[in-house]
T-cell receptor, first 110, second 112 residues
Framework: GQNIDQPTEMTATEGAIVQINCTYQTSGFNGLFWYQQHAGEAPTFLSYNVLDGLEEKGRFSSFLSRSKGYSYLLLKELQMKDSASYLCAAPTPNDYKLSFGAGTTVTVRA | EADIYQTPRYLVIGTGKKITLECSQTMGHDKMYWYQQDPGMELHLIHYSYGVNSTEKGDLSSESTVSRIRTEHFPLTLESARPSHTSQYLC???????????FGSGTRLTVV
């Protein structure tokens, strides 16, 4: 199975940067996902890392270190609409089922 | 635009009722999944399917059952609902070896 840990909550001000860390222990490795989930809504795909390094997509970037079992999601120029839960997820290698972390609730304040 | 649809969006029912939560996708994905999520908690996989006539139980034990008679349709049924079944149920699908899932909008079930 997959064991995924991330902080429960983080607070930041509008325009700031926040980094959400995720550590994982997986039976094999087949990439790492980040999803965004607004309250009461379904998760939406943000990023997927399978190789080490930083992947940048506009205001959001995701980093992976396979040797350390570590990833982070970086949110820049925070906006109020970024207030949401951010889920770290890893698929099992053979059958590709996704296991999710408990999610990090990010609150953006004016 | 969503290509995976769940109905109903919200449902309040009495204890002991039988209910079916609908999930349909128009993307032709073979793999489909049901997750259960309590407020503020993580998603737990309760059922999955890798194609027609294929269904498996997930990591979290659930009293619900599923069927997969058509590729696009993956309904979840509770034969006798109880208050402990109150939760959000999320359906998802994915292509083989593709990145990530596409989620439906979810069904928020309340059993009173």
């Amino acid at each position: 199975g997959q064991n995924i840990d991330q902080p429960t909550e983080m607070t930041a001000t509008e325009g700031a940067i926040v980094q959400i860390n995720c550590t994982y222990q997986t039976s094999g490795f087949n990439g790492l996902f980040w999803y965004q989930q607004h309250a009461g809504e379904a998760p939406t795909f943000l990023s997927y890392n399978v190789l080490d390094g930083l992947e940048e997509k506009g205001r959001f970037s995701s980093f992976l270190s396979r040797s350390k079992g570590y990833s982070y999601l970086l949110l820049k120029e925070l906006q109020m609409k970024d207030s949401a839960s951010y889920l770290c997820a890893a698929p099992t290698p053979n059958d590709y089922k996704l296991s999710f972390g408990a999610g990090t609730t990010v609150t953006v304040r004016a | 635009e969503a290509d995976i649809y769940q109905t109903p969006r919200y449902l309040v029912i009495g204890t002991g009722k039988k209910i079916t939560l609908e999930c349909s996708q128009t993307m032709g994905h073979d793999k489909m999944y049901w997750y259960q999520q309590d407020p503020g908690m993580e998603l737990h996989l309760i059922h999955y399917s890798y194609g027609v006539n294929s269904t498996e139980k997930g990591d979290l034990s659930s009293e619900s059952t599923v069927s997969r008679i058509r590729t696009e349709h993956f309904p979840l049924t509770l034969e006798s609902a109880r208050p402990s079944h109150t939760s959000q149920y999320l359906c998802a699908s994915s292509e083989p070896n593709k990145n990530g899932y596409t989620f439906g909008s979810g069904t928020r079930l309340t059993v009173v």
